[in-house]
């Protein structure tokens, strides 16, 4: 075997092993706002993974934006639904906690992760919101990028870093 081969025989595996990513962003709609304040409520999904999930998010975003961040507590209760990985919380109930904060867009995510056997990932799923159209201003699907993970929890992280990193540039 070649080392050309090998190399194409690498690239083929692991584009194989890769995990999509959704990243859509409305920059008009974004540039046409003055954001001053961003709302984050605490992220749901895997309760493992939640409060350190918000946490890192919003310290990761802090100093790449200009507006002002408020961190909110839990939109809705834990439920089957949530602890099993269902979908985000209610836009509406959202978007009234982020009026009351007097923020321009709020921050919804919610944090997954996957094991089987030596698998492991984390995943990061983050919309931000116009809190006075309700329109979604950005969607982002992150796994965690790392070829190799020693935690589903480390996973997580990096995922929730990336996602932080997409909403700052879309923000910005």
């Not at 890769?18 to 895997?46: C, K, L, Q, W």
């Not at 949530?82 to 867009?105: E, H, M, S, W």
Request: charged share 20%; net charge neutral.
């Amino acid at each position: 075997m070649t080392v050309r081969t090998i190399l194409v025989f690498l690239a083929v595996a692991l584009a194989g092993c890769a995990n999509p990513s959704v990243v859509r962003v409305d920059s008009s709609a974004i540039g046409s706002m003055h954001i001053t304040r961003v709302y984050v409520p605490r992220f749901e999904g895997n309760p493992e993974f939640v409060e350190e999930s918000t946490d890192m998010f919003i310290a990761e975003l802090e100093p790449r934006i200009h507006a002002k961040i408020s961190q909110g507590s839990a939109i809705r209760q834990e439920s089957a639904d949530i602890l099993a990985g269902g979908n985000l919380a209610p836009t509406d109930a959202a978007i009234a906690q982020a009026k009351r904060a007097g923020a321009q867009v709020v921050v919804l995510g919610k944090v997954t992760s996957y094991r089987s056997g030596a698998t492991l990932n984390g995943f990061s799923t983050v919309r931000v919101i116009d809190v006075d159209s309700g329109n979604v201003l950005a969607s982002f699907h992150r796994p965690s990028g790392l070829l190799i993970g020693y935690s589903e929890h480390q996973g997580v992280m990096a995922a929730v870093k990336r996602t932080a990193e997409d909403v700052a540039k879309a923000l910005r």
